[in-house]
């Protein structure tokens, strides 16, 4: 019954889902209907012979181009493409030098990194010295900016002003200092947060402090990358034409990437199917993927991230309760969603349920596997289904009865009605339709609200939600990156932890903000490792992070292009592609 019920709900999602692709550093696979592709990815598509241009879809309007304030995988995409910092990724997923100049000189207790700067110039013409990473870090940390990312320089020692201790000793020599041995300090030097921007602009545009993001606001903004803004049309496209002062431009042989802005995933595949997409990132109708598996134009490869179900800690269902029936109310929801359905029908491209929050396959920063502990989120052998009763159980514990209709389904008393709050997209709706179906077996009515991307974006934000559909990738692969999000003042804490002490209903925080400090100091990794299971014990204890399955990237790419690559935080790099007119 309940299978019959979802097909047919996910049918009505996908004649008429749109697509968002991404969310706090997120990307997902679009179920939309494939009505208006006129011929399927199975079979050979139309291929643009403009050998100048690449086209690509990554998503909608994105939130910020900022590099500092930008938090979304599709933002990121960009940010990669049209700046660089003193480290990048290459295309076997390794770090290398960029900016630096070769391998840092560090010190012998690993706490102080003299980093020399290759000459390099911003898109203008300028020379980009050690002191335009001086100022771009301090104004990612400072508290006017406002940057969801700004936890991430934790790792750098302050002074007693707030500022970091970066220093530049000459135009090109970085000197920076640690509070601990970092495991993960390269890949903070690849992550955008740590791109340098231009100062002159950004203080020209934003002459009184109010926002801080002003300079990225339109075309033409000065960048370092391979690639500087145009032209752009908003919610329609953006044009971005080489930059001849990138430090690597000679390797660049595309002229122009012109991006397709659209939360339509129909039409997105039928522009890729028409030939008007060269690359198509996530757009794939669910009942298509078993046709291109074996087609040449569809990649899945490896991605460190999961999509999960968020839970406002200080939202108003949890009055009245403790913070243990806080928990266990949030338990028996989570025990209720099938995984496994999920991910075989909204989901179909291998994906695996998830456990718990941090992914299968990070290392510990100790050389080893993190070996996440069974948290009884998903079990293989008991389905949604099969949690009923438990589920009953344990929502009876938080002042709640049952009548047992007699067919595997209780209604309950008093009434309950939650709302589950996502953005437009037939995946995630298709996803929020099966929760509504697992949670109605108890009798709890699901409202689903959508959001435009943005919107939705900013109220997970500031808490005006009381569930949420969500998603984390990995900005680097090294489980603290998903621990640290939940400290009480991280911009990226979008489930409240922490943010109240005074909600009774909510988890007591302190400790857990103490561990992250203590994960940032420990010198002794093996310990360290230890805090980090710690850490997620206690995260995954308040049951306000339900992870439902980890993400794989799947993509299109047409047979004429090659040398596009993309890492296992989602990222994309095109500034090495080449493209053939057949």
Not at 92 to 100: C, E, G, I, T
Not at 194 to 205: H, L
Not at 208 to 213: F, K, M, S
Not at 452 to 481: Q, T
Request: hydrophobic share 35%; glycine share 6%; net charge negative.
């Amino acid at each position: 019954m309940k299978k019959k019920i979802i097909a047919a709900l996910l049918v009505a999602s996908m004649a008429t889902g749109l697509l968002a692709c991404g969310n706090n550093a997120s990307g997902d696979t679009s179920t939309g209907s494939s009505d208006a592709a006129t011929t399927t990815t199975a079979e050979a598509t139309t291929v643009d012979t403009d050998t100048t241009t690449l086209r690509i879809c990554l998503a909608s309007e994105p939130d910020y181009l900022d590099p500092a304030l930008n938090s979304s995988v599709d933002g990121a995409c960009l940010a990669v493409n049209s700046f660089v910092g003193l480290y990048t990724y290459d295309e076997n997923n390794n770090l290398v030098p960029a900016l630096s100049d070769g391998e840092p000189e560090v010190s012998e207790d690993g706490l102080h990194y003299t980093i020399k700067l290759i000459e390099s110039k911003w898109s203008n013409g300028e020379e980009l010295t050690a002191n335009d990473f001086v100022y771009s870090w301090n104004r990612a940390v400072a508290e006017e900016t406002a940057a969801d990312y700004s936890y991430m320089f934790a790792p750098i020692a302050t002074n007693e002003d707030g500022t970091l201790k970066v220093e530049a000793t000459d135009d090109y020599t970085l000197e920076v200092e640690l509070n601990a041995p970092c495991a993960y300090f390269y890949d903070l030097l690849a992550f955008p947060t740590f791109m340098p921007v231009y100062q002159p602009a950004v203080e020209e545009a934003n002459p009184d402090g109010t926002n801080p993001g002003a300079w990225a606001q339109e075309a033409g903004f000065v960048s370092n990358g391979a690639f500087t803004l145009e032209s752009w049309t908003h919610n329609e496209s953006m044009v971005y034409t080489k930059n001849p002062n990138f430090y690597r431009a000679d390797e660049v042989k595309l002229e122009k990437l012109e991006f397709m802005l659209s939360a339509d995933d129909t039409a997105i595949y039928a522009a890729y199917n028409n030939g008007d997409l060269d690359f198509d990132d996530q757009h794939i109708p669910s009942d298509e993927i078993e046709a291109l598996a074996n087609n040449p134009e569809f990649h899945v490869i490896d991605t460190l991230g999961t999509y999960y179900v968020g839970f406002n800690v200080n939202s108003d269902l949890f009055d009245g309760l403790t913070a243990d029936q806080a928990s266990k109310m949030r338990q028996a929801l989570s025990l209720l969603i099938d995984r496994q359905w999920i991910v075989d029908t909204v989901e179909p491209t291998e994906k695996t349920p998830a456990d718990t929050f941090i992914p299968d396959g990070m290392v510990d920063g100790n050389g080893e596997v993190f070996e996440a502990a069974d948290f009884g989120y998903y079990d293989a052998t008991t389905t949604g289904a099969g949690n009923v009763e438990e589920a009953v159980k344990l929502l009876e514990e938080c002042g709640y009865s049952f009548t047992d209709n007699g067919d595997g389904t209780y209604a309950i008393s008093p009434a309950l009605e939650v709302t589950y709050l996502t953005n437009p997209s037939s995946t995630h709706e298709g996803v929020a339709q099966c929760i509504q179906q697992d949670w109605s077996a108890v009798g709890i009515s699901v409202k689903v609200e959508t959001e435009d991307w943005n919107v939705f974006l900013e109220d997970r934000k500031a808490g005006k939600f009381d569930i949420a559909r969500e998603g984390w990738i990995a900005d680097f692969n090294d489980p603290i990156n998903m621990l640290e999000m939940w400290i009480s003042n991280g911009g990226n804490n979008d489930m409240q932890l922490g943010n109240d002490p005074s909600n009774t209903a909510a988890p007591d925080w302190t400790k857990y903000d103490e561990l992250i400090n203590e994960i940032y100091a420990e010198t002794d990794y093996a310990k360290r490792a230890e805090l980090m299971h710690e850490a997620e014990d206690m995260l995954m204890s308040t049951y306000a992070v339900v992870p439902v399955y980890y993400y794989n990237h799947i993509y299109l790419q047409k047979s004429n292009v090659t040398g596009v690559y993309a890492t296992t935080n989602n990222n994309i790099y095109f500034m090495y592609a080449t493209k053939t007119a057949e």
